[in-house]
C-alpha cells in the first residue's frame, strides 16, 4: 500500500532542475512569494520599532547622559562631568523626600479606594439592568473629560469659602465654624487631588473589569449561589480570582499613573507656574518638583537624576504590586 507524503508550497514552488545537474533560473513571482513570506512581516513592524527608538530609548538613553552632568540652563559653561554627584545629592535633598512622601500619600489615596471602588461598580453593571448601555457608557463620561477642565472645576469645589464641599461637609456638621481650608494641609489637599483621580479612573478600570468578568461563564455564579454564596462573597471568591490577570494590570497601570502625578496638583495651586503644591509643598509630587527642578530653577542634570530615580521606584513598587496582587488571587 503506497502513501502519498503532501509537498510543503514552497517545497512546489522551486525551480525543477535543468538537464545537466544546472538548476533553473527562479522566476520573479518566486522571488516575489520569498520576499512576501521571509521579509515582509519585519517591514510592517518596522516603523514601531524605529519611533519606539527615537522617541522612547534615545530620550532614556540622553537623559541618563545628562544625569551624570552639571548641566545648567543659566550658565552653559557649567558642562562638565559630574558622575554620581546628582544622585548622592537627592539623599540629603529635604525638597525631594517632601515630594515623595507626598506622591505616595496621594497615590495610596487614590489607588487603592479606585480599584477597590471599580470593582464593585464593574460587578454592579455585569448584572440585569435596565438602560444597561447607558449605564456603562455613563460610567466612561468622567475618563473623557479633559483632565485640565476637570481639575480646574474640581479646584472651585474645594474652595474654602465658596466650594460646594465645605456646604456638603456643613450639612452633615462638618466644618460649621470653620471651614476646611482644602490647600493649606497635607492631608486636606491629598484628600482633594485623590478624589479628582478617583473621579476621572474608576470608569475606565470598572469597564476593564466589566470586559474580563464578561467572559466568565453564569454557571459558575448559579452554582455559588445554590450553595449559599451572597453577592458579595461572589465577588472576592470567584469574580476576583478569574479575572487577576486584568486585576494585575490595573494595578501595575495605576501604580504608574499614580506615582507620575502632576496635572491635578499642578492646577490644584492658585498659581500653578511656580510648581510648588502650596505655601510649603504640602501637595507638590516628584513630577512637579521635576518640572520646578528642570525649567524654573533651569537645573537639567539635577532633574535629569529625579527623573532616573523616579523610574527605578517605579519599577519597584510596580513589580511589588503585581507580584502581592497575584499571590493574594492565588497565583504563583
Known amino acids: 500500500m503506497s502513501t502519498t507524503r503532501a509537498v510543503p508550497p514552497a517545497a512546489r514552488r522551486t525551480a525543477p532542475a535543468a538537464p ?31 519611533l519606539f527608538a527615537v522617541f522612547g530609548l534615545f530620550p532614556i538613553a540622553f537623559n ?47 489607588t487603592v479606594p479606585q480599584l477597590l471602588l471599580a470593582l464593585v461598580v464593574a460587578s454592579l453593571l455585569n448584572r440585569r439592568l435596565r438602560a444597561q448601555t447607558w449605564f456603562r457608557v455613563g460610567v466612561l463620561l468622567p475618563y473623557i473629560t479633559p483632565v485640565t477642565a476637570s481639575t480646574l472645576i474640581f479646584s472651585v469645589v474645594f474652595a474654602r469659602d465658596t466650594g460646594i464641599a465645605n456646604w456638603a461637609l456643613s450639612l452633615l456638621g462638618i466644618g460649621e465654624t470653620e471651614p476646611i481650608d482644602w490647600r493649606s494641609a497635607k492631608w486636606s ?19 476593564l473589569y466589566l470586559a474580563a468578568m464578561q467572559s466568565i461563564p453564569r454557571d459558575v455564579y448559579e452554582a455559588a449561589a445554590v450553595d449559599g454564596a451572597g453577592p458579595w462573597r461572589q465577588l472576592w471568591r470567584i469574580t476576583v480570582p478569574m479575572i487577576r490577570p486584568v ?86
Not at 38 to 50: C, E
Not at 80 to 88: H, K, Q, R, V
Not at 252 to 276: H, R
Open 20 to 50: 545537466g545537474g544546472q538548476r533553473a533560473p527562479v522566476s520573479l513571482r518566486d522571488r516575489l512569494y520569498r520576499f512576501d513570506t521571509r521579509y515582509v512581516p519585519y517591514l510592517l513592524i518596522a516603523p514601531f520599532f524605529l
Open 64 to 110: 541618563a547622559v545628562v544625569a551624570l552632568r552639571n548641566w545648567r540652563l543659566d550658565d552653559p559653561t557649567l558642562t562638565g562631568w559630574a558622575g554620581l554627584a546628582n544622585f548622592e545629592r537627592l539623599l540629603t535633598d529635604g525638597d525631594f523626600w517632601n515630594a515623595l512622601y507626598n506622591t505616595f500619600g496621594i497615590f495610596l489615596l487614590s
Open 189 to 207: 489637599s491629598w484628600i482633594a487631588i485623590a478624589t479628582m483621580v478617583n473621579w476621572k479612573w474608576i470608569g475606565y478600570n470598572a469597564l
Open 247 to 332: 486585576v494585575i494590570f490595573t494595578v501595575v497601570l495605576s501604580t504608574i499613573g499614580g506615582l507620575q502625578l502632576f496635572t491635578e496638583p499642578m492646577l490644584f495651586d492658585s498659581n500653578p507656574a511656580l510648581a510648588t503644591g502650596g505655601a510649603d509643598g504640602e501637595w507638590q509630587t516628584i513630577a512637579q518638583l521635576i518640572y520646578k527642578v528642570g525649567w524654573r530653577d533651569l537645573n537639567l542634570g539635577y532633574a535629569a537624576a529625579m527623573s532616573w530615580a523616579l523610574f527605578l521606584i517605579i519599577l519597584i513598587v510596580a513589580a511589588g504590586n503585581a507580584l502581592i496582587t497575584n499571590r493574594l488571587g492565588g497565583g504563583r
